[in-house]
């Protein structure tokens, strides 16, 4: 679809002619006097509204600002302010629009429809100068995509702040039956980033009613640069909530896990309730000629990120959420809406923060783009992104079946899913065995998943599409994470997966209730085989840094697939390990079929790793020889050791 510039503003101009040097800060206090900023080169008036709360009706103070030549409007109260909230109210075509809190507010009060007037030396707690991400190779990345409700709101996770930031604060707390639950699971479970849903503030949950127990996924953002407050204990508190997310962040960090924060910069909440359009109304979206919004996103709109302004806005936002909150990486929700241009700024600019900044999101969108399809963060233009990655619904597909739920794909042995999987295993990057056309420049662009937050968990799926037995879709389960933790991508799981967690068949939970969402604990002690599990695996993918080569040129050298006529059958090596693994080669059989296969390999003497459902970093035994039995419906790994 061509992009509809004409039409996206009256305000085209703009960009060009009044750039303020900074946008988000719209509040700074300094202990004696607070000044505020709103950029809004339209507006024919501004004036601030200072309040006493947050809900207050009447303002205590209503004071006009004054423009300057880049757009801000500017006002300064010479007193201290401390506590007090704001608002700011545009006046446009000779009428007053609704007030906001601004488009870049970073502390807001109850339900962020106010600004709050903070000092943000007490949001910090205790050591917070002194928090560190932890040093995370790229071939120890794993990905735990986390939920703050679903994973602690159950009554059998012996969490006291269930659904809160807290919650991942706590230490030493257990399921009934004695098994780690919160924190000490993640841990256990071996993985180095959990990916937060939106903990930005959203519009779908009544922080005045929290006792309703309500429940959302977030993907409705209202404050972009402020936190969520029904995940605090007291949404009323500004000051609360940002220390308390802040204790979170600082807890992961200080057990060796690094924080990812899933954004939602391609769409807003209902439009004309957000600060956007209370200040520039039509700015920051495409629209249509008509004056409607363009829709990329389902959801009502679409922001328009090659916009001087917005682009400004999302990089700077990025950049606030790594320093103030001590942020480690981004998914973006929806990212084939955003330009290639701004992903890559936006790589460039939190890069030279972090060079170890993770930044991945969705190649795609919920339907056409207002703009043309070489110009946007498609996954197939991946490519062209600079150290930005995708989630691979290649591999997703190949392994679990179509979204449809019609089969379960290679874990069930339908055929057809090899060369999608092939494409999984080698990273997405171009590969002379893999007939798929390639979609990264490197392996670490390439997000390898079974399931996420986002349509069937994997065990409903199981449930849906095939009639097997408990018994055997838990050896299904097994096969597909094998799969996810030996290519050469990201290996990324959805919350409770590997406690065989269910949604009672649910697809798009985003606001079901704690019944449908929330992690039984006691799943653990039911299926702590398959959690078992999981932890070798991420213990064996730690232990051989060849299964994460990190360069493409690397994976077509030293990655070879195993010729298996088999169509339900991927088998691999990775070869010529001296100097990046203490093994001289890996190999894995994957074995999508319902029969005992036999593959064969250089002859040698290797360590067994993983066998029929079992696996162990330290080895399950030996094997010597050149041809390898495999069950049905399992995979097996096998390391060949210098000196064997």
Request: hydrophobic content about 35%.
């Amino acid at each position: 679809m061509a992009m509809v510039a004409s039409a996206l503003s009256s305000c085209k101009d703009c960009p060009e002619n009044a750039v303020p040097a900074a946008v988000y800060e719209e509040c700074v206090y300094d202990g004696s006097a607070a000044s505020f900023s709103l950029w809004a080169p339209e507006a024919e008036d501004v004036r601030l509204r200072l309040y006493s709360s947050a809900q207050d009706k009447e303002a205590a103070e209503l004071i006009g600002m004054e423009k300057s030549e880049d757009g801000l409007w500017k006002a300064t109260v010479d007193k201290d302010i401390k506590g007090s909230f704001y608002t700011f109210q545009v006046k446009r075509d000779g009428k007053w629009l609704e007030e906001t809190a601004g488009f870049a507010v970073k502390a807001v009060g109850v339900n962020g429809m106010r600004g709050a007037v903070v000092d943000w030396d007490e949001t910090d707690p205790c050591g917070w100068e002194d928090d560190k991400s932890p040093v995370v190779k790229p071939s120890d990345i794993i990905v735990y995509e986390l939920h703050h409700r679903d994973f602690s709101i159950h009554n059998t996770s012996g969490i006291s702040e269930k659904g809160k930031y807290l919650a991942l604060t706590e230490e030493g707390t257990r399921n009934p039956d004695g098994l780690a639950t919160g924190i000490d699971h993640l841990k256990e479970l071996g993985i180095t980033y959990v990916q937060l849903l939106p903990s930005t503030d959203f519009a779908t949950i009544d922080e005045t009613r929290l006792e309703d127990n309500q429940y959302n996924w977030g993907y409705e953002p209202l404050n972009y640069n402020a936190v969520e407050g029904s995940y605090s204990t007291d949404p009323y508190d500004p000051v609360t909530r940002i220390n308390e997310f802040k204790k979170m962040v600082q807890a992961l960090h200080k057990a060796g896990i690094r924080v990812i924060l899933d954004v939602v910069y391609n769409h807003t909440t209902n439009a004309s309730v957000t600060g956007f359009e209370r200040t520039n109304p039509g700015y920051f979206y495409r629209m249509q000629a008509d004056g409607s919004f363009c829709n990329a996103s389902g959801c009502g709109n679409e922001t328009a990120s090659e916009r001087e302004m917005f682009r400004k806005f999302m990089v700077e936002s990025l950049e606030w959420w790594m320093k103030e909150y001590h942020i480690d990486g981004f998914r973006f929700d929806l990212m084939a809406i955003h330009d290639i241009e701004t992903m890559n700024l936006i790589s460039e600019r939190l890069h030279a923060i972090d060079p170890d900044v993770v930044i991945y999101g969705e190649g795609w969108a919920a339907s056409s783009v207002a703009m043309p399809e070489e110009q946007i963060a498609l996954k197939v233009n991946t490519h062209m992104l600079d150290k930005v990655g995708a989630f691979s619904d290649n591999i997703r597909d190949a392994i679990r079946g179509p979204l449809d739920c019609s089969n379960a794909g290679f874990m069930d042995g339908v055929e057809g899913k090899k060369a999608d999987l092939e494409f999984g295993i080698a990273g997405g990057v171009s590969h002379p065995q893999v007939s798929v056309p390639f979609w990264t420049n490197n392996p670490l662009q390439h997000v390898s998943y079974a399931s996420c937050h986002d349509d069937h968990c994997l065990r409903d799926r199981l449930e849906e599409a095939t009639k097997a037995s408990e018994q055997d879709r838990l050896r299904m389960v097994k096969l597909a994470q094998t799969a996810v933790y030996t290519s050469q991508g990201i290996p990324f799981i959805f919350n409770g997966e590997e406690l065989y967690r269910h949604k009672q068949g649910v697809k798009n939970s985003y606001n079901q209730p704690d019944a449908i969402n929330a992690i039984d604990w006691t799943y653990k002690t039911r299926y702590k085989d398959l959690v078992d599990y999981y932890s070798a695996l991420a213990a064996i993918r730690h232990a051989h840094p060849g299964f994460c080569l990190g360069d493409a040129d690397l994976v077509r050298e030293k990655l070879r697939f195993i010729d298996v006529e088999d169509p339900c059958v991927v088998a691999f090596r990775i070869e010529g390990l001296e100097g990046i693994d203490e093994a001289k080669s890996l190999t894995v059989l994957l074995n999508g079929s319902k029969k005992n296969v036999k593959v064969e390999i250089p002859q040698g003497d290797y360590t067994v790793l993983a066998q029929n459902g079992t696996a162990d970093a330290d080895g399950l035994g030996a094997f010597s020889g050149k041809l390898i039995s495999a069950n049905p419906t399992s995979a097996t790994i096998l390391a060949e050791y210098r000196g064997q």
